[in-house]
C-alpha cells in the first residue's frame, strides 16, 4: 500500500504503526484492468479497476508519522510487470504484456486479505519481514 521509502525508525516501529493504522481493514476484491506504461519510469503495469478506492484508503492511512514520504509521484495501485528495462526492449515488452494479458482467460481479480512487510535488500530484493490478516489481528 506504501511504495518504498526510508524509514525514520526502525522496522519493527514501522511494523507497529501498520498494524495500529489497519487494524479497522476489511479484505476486499480487487479487479485488474488494462495493461499502461508509467510515462517517466517506463514501467510496465496493470491497472487497478475495482479495490483502487480501498488501496487510495490504506495509503492515505499509512502515509502518516514515522511512515510519512514525501513520494515523487502521486500514489496509483497497480501491479508491476517490469522496470528498468533497457530502453530498446520497453516498446517491445508492453505489446507482449498487452498481448498475453488480452488471451488471458481466467478472472482478472482477486481477495486482498493479507499484507505483508517487505524490506529491499542491497541486492534489490524484497525480504519479508512479516506479515498479518486483514481485521483478524492475526500476526504472522
Known sequence: MLPPRPLVGSPEEAWQ???HRLQDFQP?????????????SKAIYIAIKSGAQELGRMHSALNVDGLAFDEP???RPHLTLA??????QIASRL???AERWGAFPYRRGFI???LTFVQNTLENC???????????????
Open 17 to 19: 504503526q501498520v498494524q
Open 28 to 40: 476486499f476484491d480487487v479487479e485488474l484492468a488494462e495493461i499502461d506504461i508509467f510515462p517517466v
Open 73 to 75: 509521484f502521486e500514489y
Open 83 to 88: 522496470q528498468d528495462l533497457p530502453p530498446e
Open 95 to 97: 505489446a507482449l504484456a
Open 112 to 114: 486482498i486479505e493479507k
Open 126 to 140: 524484497w525480504a519479508d519481514l512479516a506479515a498479518m490478516d486483514l481485521a483478524s489481528h492475526v500476526t504472522t
